[in-house]
């Protein structure tokens, strides 16, 4: 059974005003425990709207969102306890630090929860663990960390709460590359002990090219399409429309078959790249 | 002659701390551009404001055009010649309407109003936004936005316009865009220092500098500065795809006859390698 099942869901900002805009509109898709997903679209296109209707940050104004078979608004009252089950990062989610120590800000969440002081000790320890922060840093004021270790720590506090979807928007923007590829290793490193749903927002191909098992597309509100990376990314003109792009190395690939050679669909990486190359060297023996 | 000239610059935020700038001596050619990399915490935002006189060097000197950055006398003078174009479009745009905001710059400078209609204008056709210039800037997107802020430092008619990771906030079309309109203002004669994290965006500099712990690590051309692979890997930056793959199939016995940059010239390059 899927996770998450969004039915004909559809957000309108400012109804009844001049400024009426349908951000998200009918929009339905399941996601599978344990998915991996990413989600592209221009800017506006209505992601980070229909992230936050995940977690009841933003209550739909059409359709549902249903988690575990159950409507998030079912009863709105108990919204509150869809955000320890779906946890949000935001964009440059170190400005949402705020507690004295990173040890404090860490353990905002799970103390909120209701956990005792001892599991609130395991889960902020752990959390630091799995973003690689060091036990000494968490008795550190937040503000004194560097910029990446902020963000690292922004992020343990939304991952010691456990969740069983974790939403992230953007969360390597800013960063230098070597520090986007730890990030993205430590997110995955989580998903892969945890098991949990992971949704990832990103403006760069080449990052969900090489994580996500499926994609969404999102255009103007609406869901252009869902499907494993190969078959999204084999799509170059139809992204070209939407103001995306496919990853380097998958155009390359894509103009050479274009040109006869005989490589596989959808190459997403260098490494694939690479091996399918050599492969065809050494087949005809120039290798 | 240099239009920048950057001598033995140290720099640091306070007393204890270590020097973000350590012994910086660099030159930049009027007319010419200059990509800037490195990873978080190297200084190169550092290098960037003390360009425009926004950061002064603790020991050391910056000249731009001839004029020293340390002489207040002088600085209204090397802001107006020296723009400063950030990160994020929001935090740079004034007014409500887009030509208004283009116009900021100018009337601050106290240029005259028929004069302020013409760079406004001809501002706005530079970045391709003419046609939004009655527009409110809150519709826009992300590139377009970036590009309203490039007018306004444009209509300000600088020689140099220092760019600090214009397209870190932008979708793939928006980082085009800006990226266009950055090519253009270079063909236009206008020096450029592009700090970016995008190596795709740095190859199309005539020359970078990687910065490391407050030094220069090493410059060149972008083709010099790209082959070095594995030196680019080890200070935390990368190489764009296409390098890459040329770099690990040179490594596997594979012979180029020259180290590609970009998607279309790797794909030359492979055609000629399998024939």
């Not at chain 1, 090489?210 to 003109?237: Q, W, Y």
């Not at chain 2, 479009?89 to 005259?112: R, S, T, W, Y």
């Not at chain 2, 209509?155 to 214009?166: H, K, L, Q, R, T």
């Not at chain 2, 990687?210 to 083709?223: A, E, S």
């Amino acid at each position: 059974m899927s996770l998450i099942e969004v039915k004909n869901l559809g957000f309108t900002y400012g109804v009844g005003t001049p400024f009426e805009k349908k951000a998200v509109d009918n929009l339905s898709l399941s996601i599978n425990e344990g998915e991996v997903v990413g989600l592209i679209g221009h800017t506006g296109s209505g992601k980070s709207t229909f992230a936050q209707m995940l977690n009841g940050l933003i209550k739909p104004t059409e359709g549902q969102v249903l988690i575990d078979g159950t409507d998030i608004w079912a009863k709105p009252k108990e919204i509150r306890k869809i955000r320890f089950k779906v946890g949000m990062v935001f964009q440059y989610p170190e400005y949402q630090l705020f507690d004295e120590t990173v040890y404090k800000d860490i353990s905002f969440g799970p103390r909120n929860k209701g956990l005792s002081e001892n599991e609130i000790n395991k889960t902020v320890r752990k959390a630091a663990e799995f973003v690689s922060l060091d036990d000494s840093l968490l008795e550190k004021s937040p503000f004194d960390l560097s910029g990446g270790e902020k963000r690292r720590a922004a992020i343990a506090g939304v991952i010691a709460m456990d969740p069983d979807v974790l939403v992230l928007d953007e969360p390597t923007a800013g960063l230098d590359p070597k520090g986007r590829d730890v990030l993205l290793a430590q997110i995955m490193g989580y998903h892969r002990e945890r098991k949990n749903t992971i949704i990832l927002i990103s403006h760069s191909m080449e990052d969900v090219a090489r994580i996500a098992d499926r994609i969404m597309v999102m255009n103007r509100g609406r869901l252009e399409m869902i499907d494993t990376p190969k078959v999204v990314f084999s799509r170059v003109e139809r992204l070209r429309s939407m103001g995306l792009r496919v990853p380097q190395i998958t155009r390359i690939m894509t103009e050479l078959k274009q040109k006869g050679y005989e490589f596989s669909d959808g190459i997403l990486t260098v490494d694939q790249a690479f091996d399918e190359i050599v492969g065809l060297l050494k087949k005809e023996g120039k290798l | 002659m240099s239009f920048i000239s950057a001598e033995n610059v140290k720099f640091s935020y306070d007393e204890q701390n270590r020097n973000v700038l350590d012994d910086v001596s660099l030159k930049i050619k009027k007319g010419e551009f200059v990509a800037l990399l490195g990873h978080n915490g190297c200084g190169k935002s550092t290098m960037a404001k003390m360009l425009n006189a926004m950061l002064l060097p603790e020991w050391g000197v910056v000249y731009v055009d001839n004029m020293d950055t340390s002489d207040e006398k002088l600085t209204y003078e090397i802001r107006s010649n020296v723009g400063l174009v950030l990160q994020n479009p929001d935090n740079q745009l004034v007014a409500g309407v887009i030509e208004e905001d283009v116009a900021f710059g100018p009337e601050n400078l106290g240029v005259e109003p028929q004069e302020i209609r013409r760079r406004v204008d001809d501002a706005l056709k530079a970045v391709g936004m003419y046609e939004y210039r009655t527009h409110a800037p809150h519709k826009l997107s992300g590139g377009q936005k970036q590009r309203v802020a490039i007018a306004g430092i444009l209509a300000m008619e600088p020689s140099c316009i220092v760019f600090d990771e214009p397209t870190a906030m932008l979708d793939p079309n928006g980082r085009e865009e800006v990226m266009k309109a950055i090519q253009s203002l270079h063909d236009k004669g206008i020096t450029i220092v592009l700090i970016t994290h995008y190596m795709n965006e740095a190859v199309l500099a005539d020359r970078v500098i990687v910065m490391d712990k407050g030094r220069i690590l090493t410059q060149g051309k972008p083709r010099d500065v790209f082959s070095e692979v594995p030196v680019l890997k080890r200070h935390r930056l990368d190489v764009p795809q296409a390098t890459e793959l040329a770099y690990r199939l040179i490594g596997a016995g594979v012979r180029f006859t020259d180290m590609p940059l970009n998607a279309e010239e790797c794909v030359k390059l492979l055609e000629e390698v399998l024939g």
